[in-house]
């Protein structure tokens, strides 16, 4: 049997209707734990306790692993308790971590003032190339490569299979955040990653009302086990799973994704075009344009679009980024991205504040778009009066 499409996976796969009732949607689980009919005797799906399985949770899993061409998924309460298990997972005292340089605050965070108490240490490479990465690796430690493309806020694009070939000859696993891509736009594990990571919080879940993560696995091994049964044994040990409610809502949301990314593409492209062409925007960091440095890598590594997120910096400096986030009306000043509607943020002093002082630090004046699905006609309205607003004095000064 051929395999079917990804719109058709997303819907179906993990989500056949209920066995006993017929119920076309499989229901939510919600219990902790499930009754024997003799001692270790199970009903069918072998359940036992919710935090070892739950068929809600479960169901999610499946769907995620087929739309990654993963062997398994595994489904957390946060993106954040996803990372958090896979790195404690595969890490022992004294291995070292490598970390594309803009990968998410809270990955940098972990790293840095977490797992460095329990003897991580790391490394930064200082771009999104796979050379410099190469050049980090310290032999017989280095134990993963963290990456992130397209990266946040600067949408750096990265090649994901030159960063396999490194991690292969320094046997160590390469980890791939997929959340800003999502797996219609780019599979890493077909690239060579052993891991991906996402915030199922953004694009999966994507309307902007459940907090969850997964960690997604292929065939590879670690230490001399399948990477499969080293996570399983984490999350039930640790514990952070997904609820069966919040499982439920990715589920429903993950249906939608393939349809959703199309139009979060179709929206972005137009409106990094639109910001491209205004004399009042200095900047504009989108894979989709010809502008961007990296613009035939990312044609050649995402299928059917470049993403939904923007970043770009208005004349007029920190003031005017600041008073574009807070007039505009269609795009809500808040963190996080990927849902439905569209949001702004301004990275510098909301999501990357960590980083100030760090060489790492991302310009003051950089804005964030998560662009959403609305009509395109009220994006452009809504830019248009924001930027004509937030950069009124700079203008002044261009004209004079
Ligand atoms: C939000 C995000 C995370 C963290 O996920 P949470 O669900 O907020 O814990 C990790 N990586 C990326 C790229 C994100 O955007």
């Not at 959340?179 to 879940?205: E, M």
């Not at 949001?343 to 909301?350: D, E, F, K, T």
Request: proline content about 6%; hydrophobic content about 40%.
């Amino acid at each position: 049997m051929t395999q079917h499409g990804l719109a058709t996976r997303a819907i179906h796969d993990g989500q056949q209707p209920d066995p006993t009732t017929g119920a076309v949607v499989p229901p939510i689980y919600q219990t902790s734990t499930f009754v024997q009919d003799g001692v270790n005797q199970f009903r069918s799906g072998g359940h036992e306790y919710s935090r070892g399985s739950n068929p809600t949770r479960n169901g999610f899993e499946e769907q995620l692993a087929s739309l990654e061409s993963g062997r398994r998924a595994f489904a957390f309460a946060s993106g954040m308790a996803a990372e958090d298990a896979l790195l404690r997972a595969v890490l022992s005292p004294g291995d070292h971590v490598v970390l594309a340089s803009d990968v998410y605050g809270g990955t940098f965070r972990l790293v840095d003032q977490v797992l460095s108490s329990w003897g991580i240490e790391h490394s930064f490479v200082p771009s999104a190339s796979a050379d410099d990465a190469a050049a980090t690796i310290q032999p017989g430690r280095t134990a993963v490569l963290w990456l992130e493309t397209p990266s946040n806020p600067l949408l750096r694009v990265a090649d994901i299979a030159a960063w396999a070939r490194v991690a292969e000859d320094a046997g160590a696993l390469l980890v791939v955040d997929n959340t800003f891509a999502t797996p219609v736009l780019q599979n890493p594990l077909t690239l060579g990653a052993h891991a991906v990571i996402h915030s199922t919080t953004k694009y999966i879940g994507g309307h902007s009302d459940v907090l969850g993560g997964a960690v997604v696995v292929g065939d590879a091994q670690w230490r001399g086990q399948p990477l499969t049964d080293v996570i399983a044994f984490q999350q039930f040990a640790c514990g952070a799973v997904a609820a069966p409610f919040d499982s439920f809502l990715a589920a429903r949301g993950l249906k939608t994704l393939p349809l959703r990314m199309e139009r979060h593409c179709a929206n972005a492209l137009a409106v990094a075009e639109f910001l491209e062409s205004r004399e009042d925007v200095l900047e504009v960091n989108y894979p989709g344009l010809r502008s961007h440095p990296q613009h035939d890598l990312a044609t050649r590594t995402l299928n059917g679009g470049y993403g939904g997120i923007i970043s770009f910096r208005p004349a007029g400096g920190v003031e005017a980024a600041d008073e574009f986030a807070k007039t505009s009306e269609l795009y809500n000043l808040s963190v996080s991205l990927g849902g439905v509607e569209s949001l702004v943020c301004v990275p510098h002093s909301m999501t990357h504040a960590p980083r100030v002082g760090t060489p790492y630090e991302v310009p003051e004046d950089l804005v964030r778009l998560s662009v959403g699905i609305e009509d395109l006609s009220d994006h452009v309205e809504d830019l248009d009066a924001a930027l004509n607003q937030a950069t009124t004095a700079s203008r002044v000064l261009l004209a004079g």
